[in-house]
């Protein structure tokens, strides 16, 4: 046990399982940017891959909207988010993103199909919808070191998207974001045990005893 906590706590696999997390964010990114400049290049239009709500043919955009954008300016909102909290999800809880990751994916995109408004929807933000909200709330249910960091980074960064699940601007789908922030929320409450907790730090005051005087003898003196 107490080599596995110092394992836990060696810098340096620390460093190497953000490297990594990073690495696999900015790769999904790119593939979304490689996409982007085919389309863009090659003048194809691939909206129609997207989740149109009730049409057995928008049901293929469960798979293939978080892949697509509407223009440059779109992904580059999303590209940021992206990177970031799919780096702080790897990163801080790497068991947990193996479901969080498949299930906020398909999950968002199916509640958009079967409840949104009947008009294409794309776009990877219900992806950073989810992430967001998954990583907030269970820095608030677990509450130790690494994850109170986490979740208050999070929300120092991206507090204000809570506003995007209300409706607003015509042409953003709120029915994605909000799909992806309710499952992500759920899914923090189911998973808030699945990762294991950091070590707590003890520091070498709470392991002196300290000889307290006896008040009653004091007193006699």
Not at 29 to 55: H, N
Not at 169 to 190: C, K, M, Q, T, Y
Request: charge should be positive.
């Amino acid at each position: 046990m107490h080599n596995r906590s110092a394992l836990l706590e060696d810098p340096k696999n620390d460093r190497k399982r953000l490297k990594q997390s990073f690495i696999i964010a900015a790769g999904f990114t790119a593939l979304l940017w490689v996409i982007k400049l085919i389309e863009v290049i090659s003048g194809a239009r691939l909206v129609q891959y997207g989740v149109y709500p009730g049409s057995l043919l928008g049901l293929q955009g469960v798979l293939f909207a978080p892949l697509i954008h509407s223009s440059i300016s779109h992904l580059f909102a999303n590209t940021a988010p992206l990177l970031i909290l799919g780096t702080a999800l790897l990163y801080g809880y790497p068991r947990s993103a193996r479901i969080v990751i498949p299930v906020v994916y398909l999950l968002t995109g199916l509640c958009v199909w079967l409840f949104a408004r009947q008009v294409w929807h794309i776009g990877a933000s219900g992806l950073t919808f989810g992430f967001m909200f998954f990583i907030f709330t269970i820095g608030a249910l677990r509450w130790d070191r690494k994850a109170i960091a986490l979740s208050m980074i999070v929300f120092l960064l991206y507090g204000g998207m809570i506003w995007g699940v209300f409706p607003g601007r015509p042409g953003i789908s709120f029915e994605s974001h909000l799909s992806g922030a309710v499952i992500g929320l759920v899914l923090a409450v189911l998973l808030r045990d699945t990762d294991p907790r950091p070590p707590e730090k003890k520091y070498s005051w709470e392991d002196e005893d300290i000889d307290m005087p006896d008040l009653n003898e004091s007193e006699r003196q």
